[in-house]
C-alpha cells in the first residue's frame, strides 16, 4: 500500500517536473533516482521491522539521510536556488554515506569475524 502511495505522488510530481523541464532525459533520470531511493526506503524499513538492531538502524538512517538529501537538490534545482537548500543537500547526503558505510563496515567485519573464529576451531586439533 505505502508502495502505491509512493508512486502515486511520483506520477504526480513527474507531471510538474515534465512541464518544468524541456528535457526527456533529465526527467526520466530524475523518475529512476527517485524510484530506486523508494524502493530503497521501503527495504531499509523492512530490514529495521525485522531485525531491530544498530547495523539496522545505520541503514535505514543512511537511507532517510539520502532521502531528504535528494528532496533538498530537487528544491534547490528546479524550483528556488537557494544557498541553504544546496548546503543542506550536501550535509544530508555527506551524512547518509557516512551511515551506508557505516553500516556496510560493520556488515562485513562480522562475517569477517565468524569466518575467522570458524577457521581458528577448525585448524585447532585440541578442540
Known amino acids: 500500500m505505502m508502495f502505491l502511495i509512493s508512486i502515486f505522488f511520483l506520477s504526480l510530481i513527474y507531471e510538474t517536473i515534465e ?54 537538490d530537487y528544491f534547490n534545482i528546479y524550483f528556488l536556488n537557494e544557498w541553504r537548500f544546496f548546503m543542506g543537500h550536501k550535509l544530508l547526503y555527506v551524512t547518509g554515506i557516512y551511515f551506508a558505510f557505516k553500516y556496510d563496515i560493520s556488515n562485513n567485519s562480522m562475517t569477517t569475524i565468524r569466518n575467522a573464529d570458524q577457521d581458528s576451531f577448525q585448524n585447532n586439533i585440541w578442540a
Do not use: D, E, P
Request: charged share 5%.
Open 19 to 72: 512541464v518544468v523541464l524541456l528535457n526527456q532525459i533529465t526527467v526520466i533520470l530524475f523518475m529512476v533516482k527517485s524510484l530506486v531511493l523508494i524502493v530503497l526506503g521501503l527495504l531499509s524499513f523492512g530490514v529495521y521491522l525485522s531485525v531491530q538492531n544498530k547495523k539496522s538502524i545505520w541503514f535505514l538512517t543512511g537511507v532517510v539521510c539520502l532521502g531528504f538529501s535528494a528532496i533538498f
